[in-house]
């Protein structure tokens, strides 16, 4: 059943679409007030929303977050100085590095529900690895059941795997593609009904199909 914010989903589209081919901000500045109406100020209430659904879903409290616009180019090659897409985060209240967070995406290439972590380095990578190295079995068997329900498939968001197996494990560790990664992100598509469903509810159900991921890292990780 329709919720309403399948408009929000339909003006974002358009938008980033006609952005993707004006990406200035000399274009943008007289369709900033119709940015703000029709996408980000829903957005910000589809997140307050599935914040409490997640808090329901997983018994924790999360504090929603919709990225900005603007995009930080400082660093990067890309000088366009808008985003093309309209991102959504959930993060948890424990400020654990290794506390999943849940993002949801929409541009005109994509329509993604997703959680994991992200940027791993230090402690938190020597954490992750012998998560992997003790409970891979069961972490596997979480994505195959994600995989299986909503067709989860592990993210290429983060950093590039490393070639190899990181030491001390063996290089034919039967959980070698999982320690290569700095971080372990999982993504689905947005149901192909989403619209007759609702936004909100299709969400729900994405992340519903993601919990056993969840779960393996708030339990072990």
């Known amino acids: 059943m329709a919720d309403g914010f399948e408009q929000m989903v339909d003006e974002a589209l358009t938008f980033f679409t006609k952005l993707d081919k004006n990406n200035t901000k000399d274009w943008f500045e007289p369709h900033k007030a119709h940015y703000k109406d029709a996408i980000a100020a829903p957005a910000g209430l589809f997140a307050d929303l599935m914040a409490e659904d997640i808090a329901r879903l997983t018994g924790k409290p999360h504090s929603p977050k919709v990225f900005r616009i603007y995009r930080d180019v400082r660093f990067s090659n890309d000088k366009t100085p808008l985003n093309t897409h309209l991102h959504l985060m959930?993060?948890?209240?424990?400020?654990?590095?290794?506390?999943?967070?849940?993002?949801?995406?929409?541009?005109?290439?994509?329509?993604?529900?997703?959680?994991?972590?992200?940027?791993?380095?230090?402690?938190s990578l020597t954490r992750y690895r012998a998560f992997v190295d003790k409970w891979g079995d069961g972490l596997r068997d979480a994505l195959d059941a994600a995989g299986q329900s909503i067709d989860a498939q592990i993210s290429d968001w983060g950093p590039e795997p490393l070639k190899r197996v990181p030491k001390p494990y063996e290089p034919d560790h039967p959980h070698g593609v999982l320690l290569k990664r700095k971080a372990l992100a999982v993504s689905a598509p947005m149901p192909a009904d989403w619209r007759n469903q609702g936004v909100l509810k299709a969400s729900v159900d994405s992340i519903r199909g993601l919990l056993p991921v969840w779960e393996m890292f708030d339990k072990h990780l």
């Open 90 to 123: 959930w993060s948890p209240a424990d400020k654990d590095a290794l506390a999943p967070s849940w993002f949801w995406g929409l541009s005109p290439d994509y329509f993604i529900v997703g959680m994991g972590v992200m940027g791993l380095q230090g402690e």
